[in-house]
C-alpha cells in the first residue's frame, strides 16, 4: 500500500526554524518527483518546493526561495524540507506528494501533477 506521511509541524515563533519530514512506504522515493505544497485557510493548495528523482534537480516558489531546502534521504526512503527565517504568511497545513520520475519537471508546481498525496501536518508561525 502507497503512503506518505508527514511529520515535524508545529508552532514556531517568527524567526524561527523548523524540519519537515515525508516518510514513504509501498514504493521507493528513488524513482519519485516529490514534491511539497501547502494550503493556508482560504486559499488553494501551493506549491512549495521540488525534488526530481530524474535528474536531482530541485526548484522552489519565489515566496520560499533562499529560506527553504529539500533534501532526500533514500536509504531512510524520507524526504525533508528544512524551514528557515519563517514567517506568519508561511502558516499552512504542508503536505508532500509524490509522481513516478518523469523528465519534465515544468509542472512541479500543480496538485494535479501528483498521484500520492500525504495526510498533512501544520505549521504555525506567531509570537
Known amino acids: 500500500q502507497v503512503q506518505l506521511v508527514e511529520s515535524g509541524g508545529g508552532l514556531v515563533q517568527p524567526g524561527g526554524s523548523l524540519r519537515l519530514s515525508c516518510a514513504a512506504s509501498g514504493f521507493t522515493l528513488d524513482y519519485y518527483d516529490i514534491g511539497w505544497f501547502r494550503q493556508a485557510p482560504g486559499t488553494g493548495r501551493e506549491g512549495v518546493s521540488f525534488?526530481?528523482?530524474?535528474?536531482?534537480?530541485?526548484y522552489y516558489s519565489t515566496s520560499v526561495k533562499g529560506r527553504f531546502t529539500i533534501s532526500r534521504d533514500n536509504a531512510k526512503n524520507t524526504v525533508y524540507l528544512q524551514m528557515n527565517s519563517l514567517k506568519p504568511e508561511d502558516t499552512a497545513v504542508y503536505y508532500c506528494?509524490?509522481?513516478?520520475?518523469?523528465?519534465?519537471?515544468?509542472?512541479?508546481?500543480?496538485?494535479?501533477?501528483?498521484?500520492?498525496w500525504g495526510q498533512g501536518t501544520q505549521v504555525t508561525v506567531s509570537s
Open positions: 506528494a509524490a509522481v513516478p520520475a518523469r523528465a519534465d519537471g515544468s509542472s512541479w508546481y500543480s496538485p494535479r501533477t501528483y498521484d500520492y
Open positions: 525534488s526530481s528523482g530524474d535528474d536531482g534537480s530541485r
